[in-house]
T-cell receptor, first 113, second 116 residues
Framework: DGGITQSPKYLFRKEGQNVTLSCEQN?????MYWYRQDPGQGLRLIYY???????QKGDIAEGYSVSREKKESFPLTVTSAQKNPTAFYLC????????????FGPGTRLTVL | GDSVTQMEGPVTLSEEAFLTINCTYT??????LFWYVQYPGEGLQLLLK?????DKGSNKGFEATYRKETTSFHLEKGSVQVSDSAVYFC???????????????FGKGTHLIIQP
């Protein structure tokens, strides 16, 4: 079955540690996205990538980094510079063709202790 | 910049009631409009979409019509069920300078609770 996988579903880290969230898709989509969800605030775009080896900052990129070495993979690193990293992180992908539908993974809930 | 405004929740209805969740938007250019649904602890699922003015998206009994004149995309369902309880997000997407979508702009979500 085609889809987007994120792992792990729950992640706990100590303050000051970097942590990397995994996102893999087998939909053959060119574009991939990372969003952050906080209660009562909807989703906000962190980074996006429209093609391998290229990515762009979204609205709240500070304290985060990404890489796009393979079409299928778009890992997100939450660095120690992120002031409030505890949140629900969602990865999505879409075919790059105008405003195509984005398909979402199940999410990773990160808790920084 | 682009923005989406949707009614604050929670919205509590009885089973078989009529549902309307309001959504209005501001956007540069001509956006595509989406409704996504999120069940507890899960990611978002596309519910329906519309890509141009006067288009009607529909799925699972839900409908929404792209109204350019009122910049709205209200979600409706004639008879809700307990299983419709979830958080509903209105969103828009505009083609970026690179020719592809630069990401979705979301409303804050509306928590819908259906009581039996």
């Amino acid at each position: 079955d085609g889809g987007i996988t994120q792992s792990p579903k729950y992640l706990f880290r100590k303050e000051g540690q970097n942590v990397t969230l995994s996102c893999e898709q087998n939909l053959n989509h060119d574009a991939m996205y990372w969003y952050r969800q906080d209660p009562g605030q909807g989703l906000r775009l962190i980074y996006y990538s429209q093609i391998v080896n290229d990515f762009q900052k979204g609205d709240i990129a500070e304290g985060y980094s990404v890489s796009r070495e393979k079409k299928e993979s778009f890992p997100l690193t939450v660095t120690s510079a992120q002031k409030n990293p505890t949140a629900f992180y969602l990865c999505a992908s879409s075919i790059v063709r105008g405003t195509d539908t984005q398909y979402f993974g199940p999410g990773t809930r990160l808790t920084v202790l | 910049g682009d923005s989406v405004t949707q009614m604050e929740g929670p919205v509590t209805l009885s089973e078989e009631a009529f549902l309307t969740i309001n959504c209005t938007y501001t956007a540069t250019g001509y956006p595509s409009l989406f409704w996504y649904v999120q069940y507890p602890g899960e990611g978002l699922q596309l519910l329906l979409k519309a890509t141009k003015a006067d288009d009607k998206g529909s799925n699972k009994g839900f409908e929404a019509t792209y109204r350019k004149e009122t910049t709205s995309f209200h979600l409706e369902k004639g008879s809700v069920q307990v299983s419709d309880s979830a958080v509903y997000f209105c969103a828009l997407s505009v083609v970026g300078s690179g020719g592809g979508a630069d990401g979705l702009t979301f409303g804050k979500g509306t928590h819908l609770i259906i009581q039996p």
